[in-house]
C-alpha cells in the first residue's frame, strides 16, 4: 500500500489550494479514504472521509463550510478542495485508508496559510 499526498503549497489568507493523494497496492474503490492534519505542536486531527464509492461523505465541524472531499476511482486519487484557506489552516496534511486492523498514511504536504 502507497499513498503519496501532493498539492501544498504557500497561500494567502482567503485564497484557495487542491491536495491529491494517489493510492497504490489495494483495490481503492473497495476503501474509504480520509484527510487528516497535524499542525505544529499539535496532534493529528480528522479532516475529512469519503466512501469508496464516493456517495457517503463527512467532515470535521469547522471545515464542513470550506473543504470538500472526492475522489476518482478511474485515477485511484482522492482529493481535497480546501478554500477561504485561514493561517490556523496550516499544517502537513496527511491520507489515509485503513485495510483491516492496519491504518496507512501517505507522508503528508505541507500547507501554509500566510502572507
Not at 487528516?36 to 480528522?46: I, L, T, V
Not at 475529512?48 to 473543504?67: C, E, K, V
Amino acid at each position: 500500500v502507497q499513498l503519496v499526498e501532493s498539492g501544498g503549497a504557500l497561500v494567502q489568507p482567503g485564497g484557495s489550494l487542491r491536495l491529491s493523494c494517489a493510492a497504490s497496492g489495494f483495490t481503492f474503490s473497495s476503501y474509504t479514504m480520509r484527510w487528516h492534519r497535524q499542525a505544529p505542536g499539535k496532534e493529528r486531527d480528522f479532516v475529512a472521509s469519503i466512501s469508496g464509492a464516493g456517495g457517503s461523505t463527512n467532515y470535521a465541524d469547522s471545515m464542513r463550510d470550506r473543504f470538500t472531499i472526492s475522489r476518482d476511482n478511474a485515477k485511484n486519487t482522492v482529493y481535497l478542495q480546501m478554500t477561504s484557506l485561514k493561517p490556523e489552516d496550516t499544517a502537513v496534511y496527511y491520507c489515509s485508508t485503513q485495510l483491516g486492523s492496519r491504518t496507512y498514511w501517505g507522508q503528508g504536504t505541507q500547507v501554509t496559510v500566510s502572507t
